[in-house]
């Protein structure tokens, strides 16, 4: 699938409460991000530039050099504007005194012509007598739509103040509302269930938020552009064989960071029993249990030189458990467990036993799949701290797939053990009542306010972009809760059987019974949120 290039444009105002940004909500209709709110953008088309002459303020050469490109860096910001015209009315230009346009141009007549494809902007310009100051645009970020969406983009996202007087305004076709908001409000509302965000959106909002004026927030765009990230296919090893993973590819970040000069020697398949060294003073070694909802196997994390821990050794298989013991010399002085779910806890109380290990973890819940053997020398409590030779970890309670659920942050090296709150190439099973989908979406929140550089999950590849891994996660279970919202509004009173037949109406009815679960879990939070409630074994709207 080709990935085309695309541009944005975060357009800023300044009022009495701080920074507003202008956001676009997308046709119910759509086939990419139906109903979400967005910023004006759309994809760069091959005749964007047209020469270049009816763009001034900055040349092509430096623009492209900031973007990491060897050419057509203004491409995108010209994009960017005309996409901003089309779709939400506001045009960045200005006429040969160097006045900005105003709400009465007569070049806000043509916006239906440009949005037909009828005028380009470069013709539209040249005929009003304007030109399109791309210094006044800073280069914000880089996003590439991961797999999976039936449209994927390669979009640069600039900043820039809206010319005062000139009005927003949807064009009722691709875009059917538009609001001014704060960044901190939109998040708010996308956190309530309220306002559809996709993740560049949240990422791009989380960053305004700093920002008490668009003059604050220009500055440090112009002088900070963002750090290209690697987006070429990289060599690892599958089977013995070099192959080339494509970015998003599930070991790619890992092959990157484990191999940053691209020489092929990293796996690109887990292997369960060999060890494989992940970070400074860090073993993965993962246990031959692979299966639906456990994907290649458990991961055990080993961390230490000399006198090792332990960290969720796993099921009580003989076989990996000798293994650890071979890694660690038999030298474990700590076990640390993210919680007891069959494949986590079982090896610790041999391990105990042949090792004399201190335990620590928070005890078994009540319910199905619970290790009861589980028993835990220390219960830290959030934010606790655990000395290990490999560096010092943070303990943090993330409820939700178990309500004892921890993860563990090494601090110096920002690698966050996530257990199954954060797993590789799947969603996480929460399951009531001792699954939590509200405890669930806060922890995630509430692990993008820690410093984490790569996530180490019990279950797959070291992830980068931790930021982005967890939006997606809130997304995609926010998404999913207005599509259960909106279908208990439309059938409400109705039953937990009936209401997932209709908002899982995209994944395969053999599977309804399990996605109840989830639908429970969604409804469950938003009873709590007082948004709906259950009488007679039927779910109504509040």
Not at 180 to 192: C, D, G, K, T, V
């Amino acid at each position: 699938m080709d990935i085309r290039p695309a541009a944005t444009l975060v357009l800023t105002r300044d009022t009495e409460n701080g920074i507003e940004v202008l956001l676009l909500q997308r046709t119910w209709e759509a086939i990419f991000l139906p109903g979400y709110y967005v910023f004006p953008g759309g994809a760069v088309n091959e005749q964007e530039s047209e020469g270049q002459r009816h763009a001034v303020g900055a040349e092509d050469t430096d623009i492209s050099q900031t973007m990491s490109l060897d050419e057509g860096g203004a491409d995108f910001m010209l994009a960017a504007v005309r996409e901003c015209f089309e779709e939400a009315g506001v045009l960045l230009a200005q006429d040969a005194n160097g006045k900005l346009v105003g709400a009465d141009h007569q070049v806000h007549g043509e916006r239906q012509a440009l949005f037909r494809d009828e005028v380009s902007l470069a013709q539209l310009c040249e005929k009003h007598g304007l030109v399109v100051p791309l210094d006044r645009l800073a280069y914000l970020s880089h996003w590439v739509t991961p797999p999976g969406p039936p449209r994927r983009f390669d979009t640069r996202f600039f900043v820039a103040v809206a010319p005062e007087g000139q009005v927003a305004g949807h064009d009722g076709q691709e875009t059917i509302d538009h609001v001014w908001i704060s960044p901190a409000q939109a998040l708010e509302e996308h956190r309530a269930g309220q306002r559809l965000l996709g993740l560049p959106t949240i990422r791009t909002l989380r960053v305004l938020c700093d920002f008490s004026s668009t003059a604050e927030l220009m500055r440090y765009a112009h002088a900070n552009p963002p750090e290209a990230f690697p987006t070429d296919p990289w060599p690892a090893l599958r089977k013995g064989k070099p192959v080339m993973l494509e970015p998003n590819a599930p070991a790619y970040d890992e092959a990157v960071k484990l191999d940053p000069e691209g020489e092929g020697t990293t796996r690109a398949e887990i292997v369960p029993g060999q060890p494989v060294e992940v970070a400074a003073g860090v073993v993965r070694l993962t246990a031959p249990n692979p299966g639906m909802m456990t994907g290649p196997g458990t991961n055990t994390y080993i961390l230490g030189f000399e006198r090792f821990t332990v960290i969720d050794p796993g099921p009580a298989h003989e076989a990996h458990i000798e293994k650890i013991l071979e890694v660690t010399g038999g030298v474990v002085d700590q076990v640390l467990v993210t919680h007891t779910h069959l494949d986590h806890s079982p090896a610790v109380l041999e391990l105990k036993q042949r090792t004399g290990c201190r335990v620590f973890g928070w005890p078994a819940p009540e319910g199905a799949g619970q290790d009861q053997s589980f028993k835990a020398d220390d219960e830290p409590e959030h934010g606790d701290l655990i000395v290990s030779e490999a560096g010092i970890l943070k303990v943090i309670h993330t409820p939700g797939h178990a309500s004892n659920h921890l993860c563990f942050l090494l601090t110096d090296q920002e690698l966050l053990f996530s257990g199954d709150h954060i797993m590789q190439g799947s969603t996480v099973v929460i399951n009531p009542p001792d699954g939590d989908m509200k405890a669930y979406v806060e922890s995630l929140y509430e692990l993008l306010e820690e410093p984490v550089r790569f996530i180490a999950p019990a279950h797959g590849f070291l992830m980068g972009q931790p930021e982005a891994v967890i939006d997606y996660l809130i997304t995609h279970r926010l998404s999913r809760e207005h599509k259960i919202f909106r279908s208990l509004q439309a059938l409400a009173p109705v039953s937990l059987k009936d209401l997932t037949a209709k908002a899982y109406d995209d994944v395969p009815a053999a599977i309804h019974g399990l996605a109840a679960r989830s639908a429970l879990a969604h409804l469950l939070k938003l009873e709590a949120e007082q948004r709906a409630y259950q009488s007679d074994n039927l779910w109504h709207t509040h």
